[in-house]
């Protein structure tokens, strides 16, 4: 599965929307993106997922670049019930188990 | 989603003792894993629990210290055996759902603490 790269920590204020990077500049063409988050005390959370367009649910959006090599997990709305770890993970459909990075810690500010 | 629950939901143990942790789900499903996530670290893969056959283990997992059962469908037991302050993290079941596991639903986790 493809390696990604994602800021340490990042700060955003309540009712601003939240933009989480993500680089997976390996990539490969069958491989999704997913986003799962944990929040403290809490097993991780499955959030959003995509291939290659642009998807949105009643949590989030998830935007990828067109040549894929990067993405952006958009919060529209941070409450302080967002603040957790979120992680971007990359692999292909069928590949069972999500491997974990260390993930952004998000703290979502009044 | 998936309903999935995990007991003991947390425990502290004496060294050298074992401790089964059992993971329940509320549906069939084909894939359930096992996680290790230790204190301020991220979540490491311990195994896929396999039904009706050995466990897959990850590289630096045993057997032995980690054997898993997987006797059906929705229930699967990992135990933590021989312990040491060094097993003391959370302990996560999983399940994998849709097309190759396509989306994957986690328990609320088990926070072992060994003395």
């Known amino acids: 599965d493809a390696k990604t790269t994602q800021p340490t920590s990042m700060d955003c204020a309540e009712g601003r929307a939240a933009n989480l990077p993500c680089n997976h500049s390996?990539?490969?063409?069958?491989?999704?993106v997913y986003w799962y988050r944990q929040i403290h005390s809490q097993g991780p959370q499955y959030i959003i997922h995509g291939l290659k367009n642009n998807e949105t649910n009643e949590m989030a959006s998830l935007i990828i670049t067109e040549d894929r090599k990067s993405s952006t997990l958009i919060l529209p709305h941070a409450t302080l019930r967002d603040t957790a770890v979120y992680y971007c993970?990359?692999?292909?459909?069928?590949?069972?188990?999500?491997?974990f990075g260390a993930g952004t810690r998000l703290t979502v500010k009044p | 989603s998936a309903v999935i629950s995990q007991k003991p939901s947390r425990d502290i143990c004496q060294r050298g003792t074992s401790l089964t942790i059992q993971c329940q789900v509320d549906s069939q499903v084909t894939m359930m894993f096992w996680y290790r996530q230790q204190p301020g670290q991220s979540l490491t893969l311990i195994a896929t629990a396999n039904q009706g056959s050995e466990a897959t283990y990850e590289s630096g997992f045993v057997i032995d210290k980690f054997p898993i059962s997987r006797p059906n469908l929705t229930f699967s037991t990992l135990t933590v055996s021989n312990m040491s302050p060094e097993d003391s993290s959370i302990y996560l079941c999983?399940?994998?759902?849709?097309?190759?596991?396509?989306?994957?639903?986690f328990g609320p986790g088990t926070r072992l603490t060994v003395l």
């Open positions: 999983s399940v994998g759902r849709g097309t190759g596991g396509n989306e994957q639903f």
């Open positions: 993970i990359v692999r292909v459909v069928s590949g069972g188990d999500m491997r």
């Open positions: 390996t990539i490969s063409g069958n491989e999704y």
